[in-house]
């Protein structure tokens, strides 16, 4: 006799329920990932440490991203500033309690643990691997949201769909950059958290659509998330940022 699979239906409040769990794990799982990057510092054989013209520094005045795996993750951190950043004035904002019913107030704080603890993942990774991190380490950059109305769901949710779905991007297209494969190994980890934030912001703004795997984020031929360049992702961000920086060394 063979078994039966019984096939449950998913009550709303359960769903609610898996969905913040899902997040509070999926976003821890890059933090025990984490040791292994913070120990992969300049002295490791699969290293590979650009020359002293790309690594990341001051060039002229002005910061430069570098080039090499330690330009990719630096470039990485900056972008996780930005999002730490946004979802921090998300959570902060008078309004927070008041457009956001709790079942979205608790995505969203989520969203903001998990970018907090990227950002800081990240600063402490290149602290550890850069030869001088006192000079080479990108400085807390500074941001601008004039473009958002942190009182409007809308533009909340709106401005987090393009911040989420532009690091996707970004994770993906920097991954062919990444010649150490632990580095490569956490990206991969990171960029799967990413997006499933992207997804739950999509689901916060049209639930139960397929707008989480939308074709213009999902190629519909491939079935592979779009990837992105520095080239092409930076454009996006910098209108938040009003920090200076270049990125010479970064395609």
Do not use: W
Request: with cysteine; aromatic share 8%.
């Amino acid at each position: 006799m063979k078994n039966e699979v019984k096939v449950h239906e998913v009550h709303p409040v359960r769903y609610h329920t898996d969905r913040r769990n899902f997040l509070k794990i999926s976003g821890l799982s890059a933090v025990g990932v984490g040791l292994l990057l913070v120990g992969c510092n300049n002295d490791d054989d699969n290293t590979t440490i650009p020359a002293a013209s790309q690594l990341p520094g001051v060039r002229n005045g002005v910061f430069d991203l570098g080039g090499g795996d330690l330009g990719v993750l630096t470039y990485a951190y900056a972008l996780e500033q930005l999002e730490a950043d946004f979802y921090t004035k998300v959570v902060n904002s008078s309004q927070f309690t008041t457009i956001f019913n709790a079942d979205e107030q608790s995505v969203l704080t989520d969203l903001y643990r998990h970018e907090v603890i990227h950002r800081e993942f990240f600063k402490t990774a290149l602290t550890g691997a850069l030869p001088d991190p006192g000079t080479q380490l990108l400085p807390a950059l500074a941001f601008n949201y004039d473009s958002v109305n942190f009182n409007s769901r809308s533009s909340v949710l709106n401005t987090a769909k393009a911040l989420e779905d532009t690091g996707v991007g970004a994770y993906n297209g920097a991954g062919k950059i990444i010649t150490n494969p632990d580095y490569l190994l956490i990206a991969g980890k990171i960029v799967s958290v990413e997006a499933r934030h992207a997804s739950a912001i999509r689901n916060l703004l049209n639930p139960g659509s397929v707008d989480f795997a939308g074709d213009d984020i999902v190629d519909p031929i491939t079935g592979l998330d779009t990837a992105k360049v520095p080239s092409l992702v930076i454009p996006v961000a910098d209108p938040f940022i009003t920090t200076q920086f270049t990125a010479m060394y970064l395609p």
